[in-house]
């Protein structure tokens, strides 16, 4: 087995596996036993073969097949006419991590021995997606099918690559799922947008996920130490032991040189992995979680940023210096010598708003947690003071009046010409590779490669961004969300599969047309391979997920916060009406909504009544009550 | 490194571990690699030795000693007199299995160089068993430091075996710890006497031991269907893979003869899971943990004895036939070709009362959940409403009025002559083994090893097993009940840690002089290894928890049923005062016992009111409220 999908990675070392054995048991199933070269996982492939002839089940081959790398099985069989055959085989995989095993190479043989038939394999699989299906169904009335079954075909894959057969095993989402080369299987910040779509549906697989992160967390407590930090600095690509594996040099292929690569400043993956937290613990409520695990991992990242940051006496405000936003486009100064930026309005915004969260966790904590957790990370009352303070106090900066300057600087750089250059190159998205070849560079523009301020308008209401600006206290008005829209979404090439689900969110209250047209795409991304040849390399599961989530929390305006779940829903007019279940603290919640009426219902045997939030207002709804709501 | 601490073992294989490599590194870190032969699990050691010298720190060692199996260094010093020296060795142990690794090798060494000091390690050590303490302290009055101290001792052991840090690993419980060679690390049902003491302190630890058992519930089912039988079958040994690792034949010391040995037919193994699940449910009040993993585990195992238990047309009873109870003493009746007793009391007892609970928590699951149980194990309301019969009609044998049978037929077994072997014998724990010697056998007496048919006063209440002969359709009074203790005690030869723990618990009422002396001398069964040599050969974990829970549980008369914390105090009189935290339904109350009052404070943040129950009556104890009940 080679590592080819990829082509840029075709020449570098792709043989990952080694051999180790094959043989054959005395009940004739085979079998292959390989090893990873580096991180030596033994992984056992064995195969049983029965051929079913008449009144006959045949099982032993006439000749065994033996070959480097290779093993199998050959039969010889005389067929009478007008006699059906049919051949079964059936595989079964282990490997040295599986758990309840005693060596791999046995439990894969004996894995078949205990397997019946095709049939009773067959059954328990369908009951397996059927209830899979009962908890991720979605229906809904559209002007095309192509909607449901694209957005089925995403479930299928998102739960390939997380589902509750991963819950108890150690494994993060890649970006390009788990079979895709691309990213090597790097864990990065999809996550982001991936995570918030499980909690409404399978919270289970989002603690997961999250207990992935905190396994990590001792080594990305010692690289924010290493670099003079203190609490917990993740990787923007972090690899099995959660160490840094970003690039440090990339190839631009349109000019053949070797350019530096800075991408680990994205010192935000540490933001993702603390929103993911909170949006888990308001989806589930799970306090044992926060108190065991989830506050510390929360507590340690947030430790970090107020290390990170510097106090400006003169400004009386906190600024963080030297690090990458979301936009990748942008990982220096115009002829600065050092890379990173200052004071990136998405990484800066989002710190306020986690140190603030970070005290009202604690609140939540009962008291004897909150104590052990004090008393494990030695955190005093005045560290918390000093958190709470830095909350208030996070520097922005604004330009043109009131734009959110992504970073400090911003405003200061050249306009770029999107016109000419559209007109030159056809595909502008990655603009990166078009300006270097060229000997220029995206650092000198006013140009994105996806979202980077309007991120914050992806991740928050414009309610809530209006609470975090206040305590900020920086002034910032509602009309200034249209501004900052149409500012930045005019300004960038959309070189991320992402980019376009985070502008198909943002459009869909103010620019519908706009909005659906981007959705559509985000739709067809892998389906359609619309990057021209990506998809090869792995499907994108980010854009997989934000997909199905414009479908269930964005078309219905779904907010968890303030220990509510808020509606607010807007359907695009090709959407006539969305039916679906979600789970919210454990209870399970169905939902109707047409372009008339939101309409909710609670279980009968719900544990508790939900508190639910509609324009402004918060109520409860009780176990079996149903309520239905004017549009 | 040699497995030689069981003497009866040492002629066997003992040595486990083949070498797979050592090495130094560039930083003078030195290691060993091992792996483990049959399951080939890699173990690497690695050492950092620093040498605090005045102002230096001598990390260089002037030469590497390599010899087979062994790796270390040699520092030449010149030590000023007068002048103080200090040696930091700092030890990682990495194995293959473990979590959020790269290679285990790699990353033993890297966990060195992320250690500072040994003052940082200590700070974390003890902040760490602080809070372990905090959880499962308790104080005490007493007549003797050495009771506090020796219950002190068991609870260290205890979180040795199983801890948070064990939570999240495919760890069980082994009768002797982590470290003792008897019995070989194989699981076998001593979760009894441990998992209702966890759940009242740390019910995450039981939690992940359900979870130990839940991986292998497929090998149990398949064991079942090897048999004929449906569900699952769990093994009485359980090996690494969940499979049966009991002996077919052992060696009877004494006559120096191989013996067949049929402990395997202990199908009892699977009630003890079952129990275990139920109480942890009642505790924890988990609803998740039981619809996703518990509640498939236990109807699993309550169709393993709907599939092996016979219906008696004529009697209008159901029967089981051929297993053997917890007493090893009767693995068959006298004269008989087969293995097996049949309606073992215990047995038939308990596996009625499992069928009333899988009823009971079937309804208590949400609808949904209830659903998709049914149907992943096609379980029909017909299939429900026969286990409903089946719990109301076990059979049992009575013999001399009211005298529950061991076993169908145990009435008609001899009398056994107790002065004369005493007098012969000395020390007669091992009746089995002086029986074999002189050609007779264990199975023609009235004699037990353990509690057999007590194991069930120590599991109930007399409540609660009036409510379960009620049920059974089977007159059963309170007088029988010390009736029945009298009858076995009296032919017990406490051939296990165990059954003094269980002797100590029933007798604590009725004759407290003798009980006091039983549970005495369990406390003292390791650090005075009474059973002269076993304690070599590795803690009796089982012995431990049940000396640590008969203060906890026992001595405050606390059961945990019908949604309810019940507590029913009675201290010994050499204990004076009792005064512990315990957690409930995740929250935490503290109790105060003293001879005349039981108080009860729950904690001020308390998530919801507790149920507890005194005296027949339930009371519900809200957040922060304090209750004083007179005894």
């Not at 979202?451 to 206040?470: G, K």
Request: charged letters at 30%; glycine letters at 6%; hydrophobic letters at 35%.
């Amino acid at each position: 087995m080679e590592n080819t999908l990829v082509e840029r990675y075709r020449k570098l070392n792709n043989l990952h596996l080694e051999q180790l054995g094959k043989g054959v048991t005395d009940d004739h199933l085979i079998w292959l036993q390989v090893q990873t070269r580096q991180s030596r996982i033994r992984i056992v492939e064995a195969a049983r073969t029965r051929i079913f002839l008449e009144d006959r089940i045949i099982n032993k081959p006439d000749r065994l097949v033996r070959e480097d790398g290779y093993i199998g099985q050959e039969f010889d069989l005389d067929i009478p006419a007008g006699i059906s055959l049919s051949i079964e085989k059936t595989v079964s995989l282990y490997n040295s991590r599986d758990l309840a095993i005693s060596e791999s190479c046995l439990e894969a043989c004996d894995a078949l021995r205990r397997r019946k038939n095709f049939e009773q394999m067959l059954t328990l699989h369908e009951i397996a997606w059927k209830h899979l299906w009962q908890r991720w169904g979605m229906s809904m009335e559209t002007n095309s099918r192509r909607i449901e079954q694209v957005h089925n075909l995403h479930v299928f894959h998102l739960l390939q690559s997380a589902s509750p057969n991963t819950v108890g095993l150690d494994v993060g989402v890649p970006p390009r799922g788990l079979h895709g080369e691309a990213y090597r299987g790097l864990i990065m910040w999809d996550e982001l947008f991936i995570m918030p779509l499980f909690n409404l549906r399978i919270p289970d697989i989002s603690q997961g996920l999250l207990m992935y992160r905190y396994r990590r967390l001792p080594r990305a407590c010692s690289a924010a130490e290493e670099q003079g930090y203190r609490g917990a600095m993740f990787p923007w690509q972090s690899g099995s032991n959660g160490e840094e594996q970003a690039q440090t040099l990339h190839l631009n292929p349109e000019s053949g040189r070797w350019i530096p690569d800075n991408t680990q400043l994205q010192r935000h993956i540490n933001i993702a992995i603390a929103y993911n937290i909170w949006q888990y613990f308001q989806v589930s409520g799970n306090v044992d979680f926060i108190s065991f695990y989830g506050a510390e991992l929360f507590l340690k990242i947030v430790r970090f940023w107020t290390s990170k940051a510097e106090f400006n006496r003169e400004l009386d405000r906190y600024e963080i210096r030297g690090v990458m936003g979301p936009d990748e486009f942008h990982d220096k100064y115009p002829e600065a010598d050092k890379p990173g930026i200052d004071n990136n309005a998405y990484t800066n915004v989002m710190v306020a708003w986690i140190l603030a969260r970070a005290l009202e966790m604690l609140d939540m904590l009962p008291q004897n947690r909150r104590r052990f957790i004090m008393e494990d990370l030695s955190l005093s009352e005045e560290e918390l003071s000093h958190w709470d303070e830095m909350s208030r106090k996070m520097k922005l900066v604004f330009h043109d009046n009131d734009i959110i300057s992504q970073f400090e600087g911003y405003g200061d750089l050249k306009e770029f010409d999107w016109e000419h250059y559209k007109k030159k190159y056809g595909d502008i998205q990655r603009l990166d590779r078009i300006l270097e070849a060229e000997g220029d560079s995206p650092n000198n523009y006013k140009l994105s490669k996806q979202a980077d301020v309007l991120m914050l308008f992806y991740l928050f209401s414009s309610d809530e961004l209006h609470m975090i600006f206040e305590r900020l206290n920086y002034p910032f008005d509602a009309e200034s969300i249209p501004r900052n829209i149409e500012y930045y979404s005019s300004r960038t090439s959309h070189g991320s599969t992402l980019s376009r689900i985070v502008h198909a969110w943002l459009l869909v209250r103010s620019r519908r047309k706009e909005s659906w047209k981007l959705f559509r795409q985000a739709l067809e991304s892998d389906i359609e391979d619309i990057q021209g040849g990506t998809t090869h390399e792995g499907i994108h599961l980010g854009a997989m997920a934000g997909t199905v989530d414009m479908i269930l929390r964005c078309y219905s305006g779904i907010e968890t916060r303030d220990n509510a779940l808020w509606f607010n829903p807007r359907l695009p007019k090709e959407i006539r009406s969305l039916n679906y279940c979600i789970e919210y603290r454990r209870n399970r919640l169905r939902v109707d909504i047409s372009p008339e009426f939101l309409e909710l219902q609670l279980q009968d045997d719900a544990r508790q009544s939900l508190r639910a939030g509609f324009r402004g207002e918060t109520f409860s709804l009780r176990p079996g009550e149903r309520k239905k709501l004017k549009l």
